[in-house]
């Protein structure tokens, strides 16, 4: 079975400040991805990045990164100089590649992130 | 290129009424999902269409539900008749490819509110 799980259910932060989310995923596959979308006030879901259980080699992309760490199944994304326009509800997500669930994203809760100016 | 399209933003609706939900994916996109969010909790998987296929339905919660993907193109949901469980926001999402790291694309949701 599939699982992930997003202990931050809110995190507030003034603007300028680094703030790191966590998730923690769980399955039995050996080929998985790992997403993280956004669902700004406007609702609709924005996809970010994603990670191939494959590699593990962390990015930096513009004020974002990652660390995707296999030995603990965790998939953190990190937010550098967080910015008032960053605030939104944000969701880990995970897909196998095989069996009869293929295809769906399995979500975590989601953390709602605030950013005070 | 258009995005995903969902249709109505919100509904509201009475117990025991009837209320149809429609998707338009991104044009070429043979792999189409359904989710749902209830307040406060995670988005939940409810089925995947290939074409006009359903290939995954088990996240359907009931019988109450029917989804159609007439032709291979846009989709609809049904709800008949609605209950208060039913309450939350309906996403809908399209990819081209069902395995691979190809990621979704989801449209704004229809919150749907059954009083």
């Known amino acids: 079975a599939q699982k992930v799980t997003q202990a931050q259910t809110e995190i507030s932060v003034v603007e300028k400040e680094d703030v790191t989310l966590d998730c923690v995923y769980e399955?039995?596959?050996?080929?998985?991805?790992l997403f993280w979308y956004k669902q700004p006030p406007s609702g609709e879901l924005v996809f970010l990045i994603r990670r191939n259980s494959f590699d593990e080699q962390n990015e930096i992309s513009g004020r974002y990164s990652w660390n995707f760490q296999k030995s603990t199944s965790s998939f953190n994304f990190t937010i550098t100089a967080s910015q008032v326009v960053d605030s939104a509800v944000y969701f880990c997500a995970l897909k196998a590649d095989r069996g009869s669930t293929l295809g769906r994203l399995y979500f975590g809760r989601g953390t709602q992130l605030t950013v005070w100016p | 290129e258009a995005g995903v399209t969902q249709f109505p933003s919100h509904s509201v609706i009475e117990k025991g009424q009837t209320v149809t939900l429609r998707c338009d994916p991104i044009s070429g996109h043979d792999n189409l999902y359904w989710y749902r969010r209830v307040m406060g909790k995670e988005i939940k998987f409810l089925l995947h269409?290939?074409?006009?296929?359903?290939?995954?339905e088990s996240g359907m919660p009931n019988n109450r539900f029917l989804a159609e993907r007439t032709g291979g193109t846009y989709s609809t949901l049904k709800v008949q008749p609605a209950e208060l469980e039913d309450s939350g926001v309906y996403f809908c999402?399209?990819?081209?490819?069902?395995?691979?790291?190809?990621?979704?694309?989801f449209g704004p949701g229809t919150r749907l509110t059954v009083t």
């Open positions: 269409f290939v074409k006009e296929s359903k290939q995954d």
């Open positions: 999402a399209s990819s081209q490819e069902t395995r691979g790291p190809h990621e979704q694309y």
């Open positions: 399955t039995r596959d050996t080929t998985y991805y």
